[in-house]
């Protein structure tokens, strides 16, 4: 018998699907793809666009909105709050943790690159209210650095301190 893969990696998925008695389709295949491609959270419709399947057929919008459903499921995606009108998924790897910063100005989304900043709050919560398996989503709004610079073109105004 062979070993399953049941690393968090596309062949590990789909193999993971196939045990689970699920047919591995060349639009499953295409979404899993494109999700593992995906720099930042993308909605069905950019999933949709981006998993390409051989000879540039796109999988239906359907196929794209079942299969995400069906990973949310698993615990293999998560849906991550932007403040838009439709959601957003990103995958979530188990040896990971997922805190965004997000730029309301042109909808960068950064992937935290730091220990989780509630996590100790999280565990306190635990504690005091006797909730077990917390998880969390957080996202922190504001402008990138590139939307908060003025803009290059803009005339100088006048420098130094007005002192009236
Ligand atoms: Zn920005
Ligand atoms: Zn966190």
């Known amino acids: 018998m062979t070993q399953p893969d049941t690393s968090f990696t596309a062949?590990?998925?789909?193999?993971?699907?196939?045990?689970?008695?699920?047919r591995v389709t060349r639009s499953r295949r295409g979404i899993l793809k494109?999700?593992?491609?995906?720099?930042?959270?993308?909605?069905?419709?950019?999933?949709?666009?981006?998993?390409?399947?051989?000879?540039?057929?796109?999988?239906?919008?359907?196929?794209?909105?079942?299969?995400?459903?069906?990973?949310?499921?698993?615990?293999?995606?998560?849906k991550v709050n932007l403040k838009r009108s439709c959601s957003y998924y990103e995958l979530s790897d188990p040896s990971r943790h997922y805190d965004h910063l997000v730029c309301v100005e042109c909808g960068k989304v950064i992937l935290l690159d730091m220990p989780c900043p509630v996590?100790?709050?999280?565990?306190?919560?635990?504690?005091?209210?006797?909730f077990t398996g917390l998880k969390h989503s957080l996202e922190f709004f504001g402008r990138c650095a590139e939307c908060s610079a003025p803009p290059a073109s803009a005339p100088e105004t006048a420098s130094g301190p007005a002192i009236v």
């Open 11 to 22: 062949d590990g998925i789909l193999s993971l699907l196939r045990s689970k008695g699920m």
């Open 34 to 78: 494109a999700l593992f491609n995906a720099t930042s959270p993308l909605s069905l419709v950019e999933l949709q666009k981006q998993a390409e399947i051989e000879g540039g057929v796109l999988p239906d919008y359907a196929t794209v909105f079942r299969m995400m459903i069906l990973l949310d499921g698993m615990d293999i995606v998560h």
């Open 119 to 130: 996590a100790e709050t999280e565990k306190q919560l635990a504690q005091q209210y006797g």
